[in-house]
Each structure stands twice: as C-alpha cells, then as structure tokens.
T-cell receptor
Framework: RKEVEQDPGPFNVPEGATVAFNCTYS??????FFWYRQDCRKEPKLLMSVYSSGNEDGRFTAQLNRASQYISLLIRDSKLSDSATYLCVVNPGTASKLTFGTGTRLQVTL | DTEVTQTPKHLVMGMTNKKSLKCEQH?????MYWYKQKAKKPPELMFVYSYEKLSINESVPSRFSPECPNSSLLNLHLHALQPEDSALYLC??????????????FGNGTRLTVT
C-alpha cells in the first residue's frame, strides 16, 4: 500500500457542482495533514490545513477521519478557476518526511 | 503572491555549464527545502536545511550542491547536469522541521531545461 493514495481523476464537473476528493494514508502515527492546489506548471499552493475537528474555508471543507485513515476535501459551488490538481500532503511527525499524494486533477467546465 | 521567492524562473543550460538557483524567504522560517518535480508527478524531496545546517540529503547526485548562506537564503549549485535533470525545482520553507501543523510554503519554482 502506498503511503498516501489519491484518485488521480480527472474529475470533470460542471460549474456550480459539489465535488469531493478523498486521500488515504498508511501511517497511523501521522500528525498533520494539508491540501495543496497546483496549477499547471506552477508551484503547489497551500489550500488548507486539515484539523481533527474538520474545518471550512468558504466553499472548501476539509475533514479528517483518523479511524479510517483518510482525509477529504469538499468543494461546493465549483468555479472554473477551481480547475487544478489537488495534492494531499501528510506529515508523519517531521516535515522532512512529508509525503505527497500523486494529486487529483479537477476540471470544472461550463 | 508567494512569500518565498526563487530566481531565475526559467533556466536553460548545457551539460557543461555551472549555474545556481536562488531562494529567499522572509517569514522567519528555520527550515528550508529543495524539491524536484517532474511533469504529472508530486514533488520529490532533495535537501533539507534546519537552522542553516544540512539535515537531509535524499541521496542526491553530487552534481547538485546546496548551500545555505544564512537563515533567509538557500542556493542550489548545478554542475555537469544531465538532460534527465530537466524539471521544476521548488524551494520551500516551514517554521521548523518538527513544528506541528507547520505547512510548507513553496516558491514559484525554477523551470530548468538541460540541453
């Protein structure tokens, strides 16, 4: 089993749709979790950290399920500008061992 | 706007050239990183500096030589690269290597092409 697994997609959704991505991780001792967004040929940008109680930032909601070892990202009311690759990142306790998922590609269409 | 700045944005170099990539952050972060990213792949860690000292070298070939002149600056010296080294090179920083919930902040990257 890979350390961090994501469905590569692509997820093709119409504008205004709600879309959710999951990311599973294998190290039960993992400490912190993040979602990054990466546009084509650009650097990854931090979208949000994922907290145990779940957290929301506008149209984006992140959840952590430690029992099942996955994190999720929900995007409501998708915009064309949300089209990007979404990277799940897991910190097992030291940032030098941060593990990236392979990313999920989202394409929002008219 | 990114708080980690990298120069140059693009670099084309021959296999016999020597060049350097530069990275600067002014967030007071104590950990800095070099990553390499190939198309459609996640970033791969190359080096980690913690408090200006090299703490991790992920078995990177010696043709890549990192340098951390001070807590805000990180360089990557390149010499005798191969075409397969062509990639996006990303610098990142974080509060500390062991600081909980400390995300990486990436620079905008240097797109390197080796001819």
């Amino acid at each position: 089993r890979k350390e961090v697994e994501q469905d590569p997609g692509p997820f093709n959704v119409p504008e205004g749709a709600t879309v959710a991505f999951n990311c599973t991780y294998s190290n039960s001792a993992s400490q912190s979790f993040f979602w990054y967004r990466q546009d084509c040929r650009k650097e990854p940008k931090l979208l949000m950290s994922v907290y145990s109680s779940g957290n929301e930032d506008g149209r984006f909601t992140a959840q952590l399920n430690r029992a099942s070892q996955y994190i999720s990202l929900l995007i409501r009311d998708s915009k064309l500008s949300d089209s990007a690759t979404y990277l799940c990142v897991v910190n097992p306790g030291t940032a030098s061992k941060l593990t990236f998922g392979t990313g999920t590609r989202l394409q929002v269409t008219l | 706007d990114t708080e980690v700045t990298q120069t140059p944005k693009h670099l084309v170099m021959g296999m016999t050239n020597k060049k350097s990539l530069k990275c600067e952050q002014h967030m007071g972060h104590r950990a800095m990183y070099w990553y390499k990213q190939k198309a459609k792949k996640p970033p791969e860690l190359m080096f980690v500096y913690s408090y200006e000292k090299l703490s991790i070298n992920e078995s990177v070939p010696s043709r890549f030589s990192p340098e951390c002149p001070n807590s805000s600056l990180l360089n990557l010296h390149l010499h005798a690269l191969q075409p397969e080294d062509s990639a996006l090179y990303l610098c990142a920083s974080s509060q500390g290597v062991r600081t909980q919930n400390s995300p990486l902040h990436f620079g905008n990257g240097t797109r390197l092409t080796v001819t």
